[in-house]
């Protein structure tokens, strides 16, 4: 692929500004590319988007995945939980995000969550969610739980639409949880997340987000699972690949940050910089700290 060329120097009424940098050219990211950075053993990066700005940054500082998440609920919203969100918003920021990665040619796996209430009712509910989030820009849509969303997960990826799994602590049924609890720590949990992410894997997700689960159960089933890449959210560093929110990574929370978050903005002089150090950090496998994660 040729370079983008670089843009001419340019006059202001405060002198000559330098031309612009090119931007960077890396392969789009699919599915054969997250599966060929698995078998490479090099870690998929993974970062929260829900405007095209931060979507456009995230992508130039070489991010593979953008995940809109419904964690913006809380994020942008100010809501005590995701609970509340809905399609609709759902739908609005996939569409900004996605317009941020075409302005800039961008090449980031887009990841949509499909919200609370939107992919329970019945199969066919979850392929009409699933189809709009699609339209506005995703590349794939997620979705939370084991047991019974696995006929849901085959329904979909027969229809053409790859789907991303999530378990551990789930933030659409935290009141259910008992609250922002890890998952797992018990001999019998633990068999039953395993085996809810064996189902998932055989009902055709490619994608499982293990969220606040014991280190040594996250790399046991990144072990076991050869066709569905794991990325850990306070899970340690056993799996395939890590995912952050972008404002907790920025060190901007309405809430308490969690202790596995590392602020990679208090070293750096920008938000891009920041982005940079947190995939170097990934790709280097000196974060996340697994002394943060013994749950």
């Known amino acids: 692929m040729n370079p983008s060329p670089t843009a001419p120097a340019s006059a202001t009424p405060y ?4 031309p612009a940098s090119p931007l ?3 392969r789009p990211v699919s599915l054969p590319r997250l599966q060929q950075l698995r078998e490479s053993g090099e870690k998929i990066t993974m970062l929260t988007a829900y405007d095209a ?4 940054v995230a992508d130039a500082a070489g991010v593979e995945c953008l995940l809109v998440g419904d964690s913006l609920g809380m994020v942008c919203q100010g809501l005590p939980s995701t609970v509340g969100v809905t399609l609709e918003t759902m739908r609005y920021h996939t569409e900004s995000v996605s ?12 990841i949509a969550d499909l919200p609370h209430g939107s992919y329970a009712e019945s199969r066919e509910q979850a392929l ?6 699609m339209q506005a820009g995703a590349h794939m849509v997620k979705l939370e739980g084991g047991g019974w969303t696995a006929p849901t997960v085959k329904f ?17 049924t935290v009141h259910a949880l008992g609250g922002y609890r890890v998952q797992g720590k018990t001999e019998a949990a633990a068999r039953t997340l395993k085996q809810h992410a064996h189902e998932l894997q055989d009902a055709g997700a490619t994608m499982l987000v293990l969220e606040m689960v014991p280190a040594w159960l996250s790399a046991e089933l990144t072990s076991e699972l050869h066709h569905c890449h794991t990325i850990g959210i306070g899970a340690g560093k056993g799996t395939a690949g890590q995912v952050l929110v972008l404002h ?4 901007i929370n309405l809430g308490k940050i969690p202790k596995f978050v590392h602020n990679f903005m208090q070293d750096a002089g920008n938000v891009k ?21 013994a749950w």
């Open 15 to 18: 002198g000559t500004l330098p």
């Open 24 to 26: 960077p050219q890396r």
């Open 53 to 56: 700005t931060f979507a456009a």
């Open 99 to 110: 317009r941020g990665l075409h302005r800039v040619q961008g090449t980031a796996w887009l």
């Open 128 to 133: 009409r969610s699933a189809c709009q989030l």
């Open 156 to 172: 979909l990826v027969e229809r053409g639409i790859p789907v991303c799994a999530h378990l551990g602590l789930t933030p659409q």
């Open 248 to 251: 907790d990574m920025l060190g």
């Open 273 to 293: 910089a920041a982005i940079e150090a947190y995939v170097q950090a990934v790709k280097s496998d000196t974060f996340p700290d697994d002394k943060l994660h």
